[in-house]
């Protein structure tokens, strides 16, 4: 049903109960269509008008489903927990207390609510379980699951999207392509391919997938720092910063949005927000080498080689393939501690081969971004 659809069955029901308004199974159905539009405010106040005598375990759940997708998950999970008491280990009230602690961000409640029988029984669930891990950063394990999953459910497109992504962060490309294709036209499998297509180079193709993807659903972190990203590999470092920042704002603490933010800046010849956005990754951790080495380039840029070469080695004692800290160490050599033009900034930046693997600095930001 298309969303205009769906706003007009509700405003078709809530026309027949005006003239019925004692019809329970009526002012029922509007809450479901209600909910199906989206419309969570109206399909709680129908919900208020039944009969308190009459109110049925479905129409608490149905309560609880308003109340989680309309933004009030605790209230939710808490209603969840009073149905569970009452109807025992029920798979469908199992998995909606789980998704509305995972909404409330009380992750480690979403997990213990996620038995096993209720990932066996549902696919939502069994993609919910996959996330969870992935949230914790428990990538090993989260893949396992996915394994097992996508034997029981190989054709449900969410979770097939889900390990797509997850296989990104685990490096495992023919994975991820392998997946996000069998997931069709999901967001998380559209940004998935344009994220491999720009790994190719493919900046056309991969930037009309990552607006494709964006158009289905616009709180997409991943679609709007690669479409950032996507921009920057063309040329226009100015729309690639906004774009990925927005993407870093939605991740909020995915260190690697935040870098890629920063050299956008950097390259659009913005030091002063290259620079915030540097700091603030270093902020949320101290121990991600490429914000160290993100901060030595930048002084290196400026001339600063005293504070340059501090930051690079410690960029290099974290991790010594950070490819900021040796393009730092690159700058340092070849410049005569003078201010670099910004065209030379661009050049070496994005497209010079530094370390031994012959990767640019841009295949690492594409990288650690994703």
């Known amino acids: 049903m298309t969303d205009r659809n769906a706003a007009n069955r509700v ?8 003239h019925d308004p004692g019809n329970a199974e009526l002012r029922r159905d509007a809450a479901h269509a209600a909910l199906a539009a989206s419309r ?3 399909a709680l106040e129908l919900l208020d008008g039944l009969d308190e005598q009459a109110v049925s375990r479905e129409d608490r ?7 989680m997708r309309g933004g009030q998950p605790e209230k939710a999970a808490a209603l969840f927990e009073e149905l569970l008491a009452a109807a025992g280990g029920d798979p469908a009230l199992q ?11 009380d992750f480690a409640g979403a997990r213990a609510a996620l038995t096993a029988e209720t990932i066996e029984a549902l696919p939502q669930a069994a993609l919910l379980d996959v996330q969870l891990l992935h949230e914790g950063h428990e990538f090993e394990q989260a893949a396992e699951r996915a394994k097992q999953h996508l034997a029981r459910f190989p054709a449900y ?29 999901h967001p998380d499998a559209l940004t998935t391919l344009a994220m491999l297509n720009l790994a190719a180079s493919e900046q056309s193709r991969s930037r009309a997938m990552f607006e494709q993807a964006l158009a289905i659903n616009e709180r997409n972190p ?7 990203l996507a921009n920057l590999a063309a040329g226009d470092a100015q729309k690639a910063g906004p774009l990925i920042d927005k993407g870093a704002g939605q991740f909020g603490d995915h ?12 390259v659009a010849g913005n030091r002063g927000a290259a620079r915030e956005r540097f700091h603030h990754a270093l902020a949320l951790d101290d121990t991600f080498a490429e914000s160290h080495g993100s901060l030595a380039a930048l002084a290196a840029m400026e001339g600063n080689t005293a504070e340059a070469r501090k930051r690079a080695e410690v960029a290099l004692r974290l991790d010594r ?37 012959g990767r640019t600095l841009f295949d690492s930001i594409a990288r650690i971004a994703r």
């Open 157 to 185: 497109r969410p979770l097939l999207a889900a390990t797509s992504v997850l296989a990104l962060d685990l490096d495992d490309e023919p994975l991820a392509r392998r997946c996000a294709e069998e997931a069709g036209a």
């Open 255 to 266: 260190l690697g949005s935040w870098i890629g933010a920063g050299w956008a800046y950097l």
């Open 40 to 42: 969570f405010d109206r």
């Open 11 to 18: 405003e078709t029901l809530l026309g027949y109960l005006e």
């Open 222 to 228: 991943r679609a709007w720092v690669g479409l950032g």
């Open 95 to 105: 998995f909606n207390l789980a998704w509305s602690r995972a909404l409330a961000e």
């Open 321 to 357: 393939h950070c490819y900021s800290a040796m393009l730092a160490k690159v700058l340092i050599a070849r410049s005569s501690g003078d201010e670099m033009s910004a065209a030379q900034i661009v050049e070496r930046v994005l497209r010079e081969p530094i370390g031994p693997n």
């Open 61 to 67: 759940n149905l309560r609880g489903l308003a109340l």
